[in-house]
């Protein structure tokens, strides 16, 4: 085929090549064009600008031909937005002629137009999917869309995202799961369902927000039997549901969960509950894992003790990608929140505590250091991220037995504000566990001593270093280079990348400042640039 079109003719509009092919086949050209700009727009375009219709039409407009295959081929409008615009629903769904419809109810739908007109289609709706604000307007139309016969819908969401974790006022109406024999994919934010568990044992993605069993004595216990038998379950989300279940208290371990196809866990609620609840876990390394404590409070007057430790149970061995994972991060510079992340592979482990109200959570930084040691130890972790407020670590030991523990480090980037003096001087010191005749010795003992003496000095394997937003301030250079002599004294290879972005605006009048550090970089950086592979610096202010 490929010959065929090199001999052809050149494109030129109505002759082009691509009007040679099938119609069939270029339907399925239209189709791969809108799976990779649904991919493209939900990576990189911000969730309030992201567009849930089908991103092929645009290619109606390219010629005759193409917008005639567009509107015959009812394959391509399976895909419809319940938007603004009733008039389009209406022709996308006389367009899909009799094939499965898919139906994304999105925050443009105005909770005054009516669902009624979906009646007459209800055995064609494959995915139902409802991102809009929720509103007592919709009770009596999702009561009807409910009671309809639904043969295929295999993917129901029903979930109100302007107010997250926020019970409605009124009543919505109650969704039979056991009447959907082909329902897989089930996301419910306080739509009342029944704890069937022949239903619910069918599911492959089950997320549940908020009191949603239409029978008030479903205990804690009854929720965790009947999960037992879900054994295709891949996907489970489970968001302030577990806390308001009665009989919670004392935790039932003698109820243990194995997910044998479980790929991905998210747990909201209360540490005492996520905790109880992962005890009876055994999560396989594949897993992604995010747990996440929302408080009611800002983070400043949340008062935080082992804030993360409390989210886990205190035997973690059924957490096993805690000590396998590659790529971490610590991040306490979030308007709401702060967070210990890790992935290795595909999988992804996230442990986080959101405040209620917007709070800079950069205080939490040393905390959070002695907290990812203790969870993460023994993790072969080659790239870390840090956050924070550098000045709550005042100690180069807490420094220093933080990064002790993650000898496989080959890059550090820290955002952060505040001095990175302490941090720095770290990189320099040998490791606090070693014997104290080895750790005595501050200065190169020769030639034949490099192997052993490199040995002392922590993170061994560095390579990379950025310390970006930081505080400049006077000996910060100086102490710099000395950091770095020292570790290729002690038998280090030299850093293949130093990356510094200095804030000078804590360290005086911006032009008296600004000509130190020109002065002191001028001193120093062909020094800098010969003991790394690469020396870049700039001002942040």
């Given at each position: 085929?490929?010959?065929?079109?090199?001999?052809?003719?050149?494109?030129?509009?109505?002759?082009?090549?691509?009007?040679?092919?099938?119609?069939?086949?270029?339907?399925?050209?239209?189709?791969?064009?809108?799976?990779?700009?649904?991919?493209?727009?939900?990576?990189?375009?911000?969730?309030?600008?992201?567009?849930?219709?089908?991103?092929?039409?645009?290619?109606?407009?390219?010629?005759r031909h193409w917008r005639a295959l567009g509107v015959?081929?009812?394959?391509?409008?399976?895909?419809?937005?319940?938007?603004?615009?009733?008039?389009?629903?209406?022709?996308?769904?006389?367009?899909?002629?009799?094939?499965?419809?898919?139906?994304?109810?999105?925050?443009?739908?105005?909770p005054s137009q009516s669902l009624f007109f979906l009646l007459p289609h209800t055995n064609r709706i494959q995915k139902f999917i409802h991102q809009s604000a929720l509103s007592h307007e919709l009770v009596a139309p999702l009561r009807c869309l409910f009671d309809a016969l639904m043969p295929v819908l295999d993917e129901i969401e029903i979930l109100d995202p302007s107010h997250p974790f926020v019970a409605p006022t009124f009543g919505l109406p109650e969704l039979r799961?056991?009447?959907?024999?082909?329902?897989?994919?089930?996301?419910?934010?306080?739509?009342?369902?029944?704890?069937d568990a022949n239903a619910l044992c069918k599911l492959h993605c089950l997320a549940l927000e908020g009191p949603v069993f239409n029978d008030s004595s479903v205990s804690y216990s009854n929720f965790l039997r009947v999960l037992q038998g879900c054994l295709e379950l891949k996907e489970l989300r489970l968001?302030?549901?577990?806390?308001?279940?009665?009989?919670?208290?004392?935790?039932?371990?003698?109820?243990?969960?194995?997910?044998?196809?479980l790929r991905k866990l998210v747990i909201w609620d209360l540490p005492s509950v996520t905790s109880s609840f992962l005890a009876g876990m055994h999560l396989s390394p594949e897993v992604t894992l995010?747990?996440?404590?929302?408080?009611?409070?800002?983070?400043?007057?949340?008062r935080m003790v082992d804030a993360f430790p409390s989210l886990l149970p205190t035997d973690r061995s059924g957490i096993p990608i805690l000590q396998s994972v590659t790529s971490a991060s610590i991040n306490c510079w979030q308007d709401f929140d702060v967070a210990l992340k890790g992935t290795v592979g595909g999988a992804k482990v996230s442990l986080k505590v959101v405040g209620s109200k917007c709070d800079d959570g950069s205080f939490y930084l040393?905390?959070?250091?002695?907290?990812?040691?203790?969870?993460?130890?023994?993790?072969?972790?080659?790239?870390l991220e840090i956050s924070g407020d550098l000045d709550t670590v005042s100690s180069i030991d807490d420094h220093l037995s933080f990064l002790d523990g993650f000898p496989a480090l080959q890059t550090i980037d820290v955002t952060a504000q505040g001095s990175p003096l302490t941090f720095l001087l770290a990189l320099a010191r040998p490791s606090p566990f070693l014997p104290s005749d080895a750790s005595d010795s501050s200065e190169p003992s020769g030639a034949g001593s490099d192997e052993q003496s490199s040995e002392c000095i922590v993170c061994p394997e560095l390579r990379s270093l950025?310390?970006?937003?930081?505080?400049?301030?006077?000996?910060?250079?100086?102490?710099?280079?000395?950091?770095?002599?020292?570790?290729?004294?002690?038998?280090?290879?030299?850093?293949?990348?130093l990356a510094l972005t200095l804030s000078t605006s804590?360290?005086?009048?911006p032009e008296e400042v600004g000509e130190q550090l020109e002065d002191t970089l001028g001193v120093y950086e062909e020094e800098l640039k010969s003991l790394t592979g690469n020396f870049e610096w700039w001002t942040a202010d």
């Open positions: 085929m490929e010959r065929q079109v090199v001999r052809g003719s050149s494109y030129n509009g109505e002759t082009g090549h691509i009007k040679r092919l099938p119609n069939e086949l270029l339907v399925q050209v239209f189709h791969a064009y809108d799976a990779r700009m649904e991919v493209a727009l939900h990576t990189y375009a911000p969730k309030n600008e992201r567009c849930y219709r089908s991103h092929w039409l645009p290619l109606m407009l390219v010629c015959s081929a009812p394959s391509l409008w399976q895909l419809i937005e319940v938007g603004k615009n009733k008039s389009w629903v209406e022709l996308a769904l006389l367009r899909s002629g009799s094939l499965p419809i898919r139906l994304l109810v999105t925050d443009k739908y105005h799961i056991a009447e959907l024999s082909k329902l897989r994919t089930l996301r419910l934010s306080f739509v009342p369902i029944s704890l968001r302030r549901l577990l806390s308001r279940l009665p009989n919670r208290t004392p935790p039932d371990h003698a109820i243990t969960l194995n997910l044998p196809k995010r747990v996440c404590h929302p408080l009611a409070r800002r983070l400043s007057d949340a040393d905390a959070a250091l002695r907290e990812f040691r203790l969870l993460f130890a023994g993790a072969p972790i080659k790239q950025t310390l970006a937003y930081v505080d400049w301030q006077q000996g910060l250079i100086e102490a710099l280079v000395t950091v770095l002599r020292r570790r290729i004294d002690h038998g280090l290879p030299k850093l293949e990348n804590k360290a005086g009048p």
